[in-house]
């Protein structure tokens, strides 16, 4: 057994897991399956992952699509990481990701991560004003 396997079965018998994905990553937390191949061999999968609803996103700028427009761009220029194009597509509910951008004149919604509450207008935050 290596050293790395060895620590990562430690660290699962004492239920300190570890992700394999960066905490960044739009797989960072999702869970993983076993499941049987015809010939007996066993492989890991990712369960399936769930975009939340746009609710769950607080909105901190729009974008117009420009021709030209790719979501990496648009990740580095309003969230500091092109690896961050994700999420826009989740806040768009985008399946398909190239379709955000392929019509001009569309608005995207460029948010905070899912979860993180933002500042409205009235300097408060998304619960409402005081």
Known sequence: MSTNSAIQAFLEDKGLTTSPYAA???YRGLATRQIALPDGRLIRILARRFIAPSSAFAQIAQHEVVAGDRLDNLAAHYLGDPL????IADANGAMSPDALTATAGRRLRITLAEGVSGIDQDGFDDGGSR
């Open 24 to 26: 960044d990553s739009r």
């Open 84 to 87: 961050l194009f994700w999420r």
